[in-house]
């Protein structure tokens, strides 16, 4: 595939090494990773080396993102990062026809509608295992607040370009997790007023 097709995402540079850090301490040792919402697939071509003999698997149900995902694989020499499947959120069922033992979710739900936050936790109980994780990363509100000015700011510029997005309650995640059958077991604090927020099903 062509170079031209791989896409830069600034903050993936910025984000990567924190995540990954609480990852491998929330992953299971093993098994197929399901990343949510991949976008340009920077993380993948990282975070796949960096967390073998799990297996990485991207998706996007945006075409040209896919594009640079496999063009970002095509330039690495991983062994362990699969192609990315053709993944709606909100979809009733997951084009994923191996067992997955986690997923992985950065940056999406405040820049999508709520019902992608709801699809992907109906997508959660769908396909992972009892003890399954389900990994977030991002901005979050707290008591119905923002943490940092700058989020406040951040979620207003959202909410310009897209009513429908915007910086979620942590509090709201959790309920939408709970119902569900997920369980909040930890939450990180991360750089530029971020959260990992870590669920489990049980």
């Known amino acids: 595939m062509n170079n031209d ?6 903050a993936t540079q910025r984000n990567r090494e924190p995540i990954l850090e609480v990852l491998t ?6 098994g197929n990773i399901l990343e949510i919402a991949s976008g340009t697939g920077e993380h993948a071509v990282y975070f796949a080396p960096r967390l073998s003999p799990r297996q990485w698997q991207p998706s996007d149900p945006n075409p040209q993102l896919r594009a640079s995902i496999a063009a970002w694989t095509a330039q690495s020499t991983i062994d362990n990062l699969d192609p990315p499947l053709d993944l709606d959120v909100t979809a009733p069922t997951w084009p994923v026809d191996k067992p997955i033992t986690a997923i992985v979710n950065i ?16 997508g959660a109980r769908r396909i992972l295992p ?12 707290q008591g119905g607040e923002h943490t940092a000015p700058s989020n406040a700011a951040f979620d207003e510029s959202l909410r310009a370009q897209n009513p429908e997005w915007g ?7 959790v309920a939408a997790a709970k119902a569900q059958e997920l369980a909040l077991v930890d939450t990180y604090q991360m750089p530029a007023n971020n959260l990992s927020v870590v669920f489990k099903y049980f």
């Open 130 to 141: 009892l003890g399954g994780i389900l990994y977030l990363y991002g901005p979050y509100k």
């Open 107 to 122: 940056n999406m739900i405040h820049i999508s509608p709520w019902s992608a936050c709801l699809g992907l936790m109906a």
């Open 5 to 10: 097709a791989r896409l830069y995402a600034s």
């Open 25 to 30: 301490q929330v992953l299971p040792p093993s």
């Open 167 to 173: 910086i979620r309650d942590l509090e709201e995640v």
